[in-house]
């Protein structure tokens, strides 16, 4: 089912023959898409009404269709009795679900309703033998304090991220911190991307690019800014599969187009986390060729290499993530009103700019994606860095 899923979602898989040297691109002058056509996104919130939520109350437990209700509650915030009721049914059945199902499910009540099922769910963690669903029931129950009695200190990753973390700094990071960040070893001499978010991701994110000469790119007078978000549908912990952007470093790979409709036509900046890239790709310098913490280390310098917040990206790419891109997005705006961060809209983990359209013509109104992309495209130097971080003051940068 994961398999259909993804297939479902159009999420792009990564391969060195599909990515191109951003450096070589072409200006994007301007994009469309019929999707964003109002008669289309019509179209669409019937289909999501009927044929993907409405249908699986009609049906005993079929796991397409329960998959597929799933995603289409999170991803676009179906929040009313329908759904309600798909997922009360789905908690008093929960042991008959298969594997990636109730984790569905779990990604499902994180994302829309993170306090509504609190009571039915918590004895759902004796039963429960999945670690990843167990992390994610933790999460829900604010119980991750308790990650020892339930996870498997000899064979569970999650808990070694857990303990990574417990012996690292927990430093919170403010915007006057951000010189000192910029001086990270991996960042020197390249064109970057710094990624500033907060940690409550409810909030809208800005982004920079740094030149190859450490500055940040200009604008006049001013620092240039790029609206993103950090946050999932789900609004899981970072370490989860379809969980929040983890803060850290990814490797900037190139850029290249994506067959996904919610993502749409803008160009997508390709970026990797560790074990999803090879050593030999992300730490070029390294002498080793198998992943470690030290490796990892090694990009961050002495300053920050004790610090538990930049090795999210590690422990996510550790955990099994991947495809966390930078990307527009076509989806309906209105799913997401009354939201922070309205009227931008989530993924499923990456960094989705801010991208409004003509809801008649279909043509793009406004993109932060193509001014990045522009921006980068047009910066010398060797590819290097998104530095994600979750860090205060962003606004005053």
Known sequence: MKVNFLITLGILTITSSC????????????????????SERIAFQQKLDKEI????????????????????????HQKNEKSAQIIRTAINEYESLSYWDRYQLLLCIKGVYPTEFLAEIAPLLAIEKGEKHRVLLLNILQKEEQYQNYLSKDTSLYYQYFQSQSEKRQSSFSFQDL?????????????????????????????????????????????????????????????????????????????????????????????????ESGVENFVPNSHSKEWSEEVYASLLGDEFK????????????????????IHGSTINPSFFKGKDFYPLTPSLGCMTAKELWDDQTGEVQESTQLELINDFNKQEGELGYVLILNIEGYEEI
């Open 53 to 76: 939520i409405f249908d699986s109350l009609r049906y005993s437990y079929n796991a397409e269709k329960f998959s597929g209700a799933m995603w289409g509650i999170y991803a676009f």
């Open 306 to 325: 004790h610090e538990a917040s930049l090795y999210e990206s590690y422990w996510a790419g550790k955990c099994g993530r991947s495809e966390m891109i």
């Open 179 to 275: 010189d000192r960040l910029l001086e990270i070893p991996a960042l020197k001499g390249k064109k970057n991307i710094i990624m500033c978010l907060d940690k409550n991701r409810e909030k809208v994110g800005k982004a920079y690019i740094q030149k190859k000469d450490g500055e940040f790119l200009s604008e006049g007078n001013d620092v240039k800014t790029y609206s993103y978000l950090g946050r999932s549908a789900t609004n899981a912990p970072s370490v989860l599969t379809n969980g929040n952007t983890p803060t850290g470093l990814m490797k900037i790979l190139g850029t290249d187009k994506s067959d996904n409709v919610f993502i749409g036509p803008s160009p997508t900046l390709i970026s990797a986390v560790p074990y």
């Open 19 to 38: 990515i191109q040297d951003s450096s070589k691109e072409e200006k994007v002058l301007s994009q469309s898409s019929a999707r964003v056509i109002e």
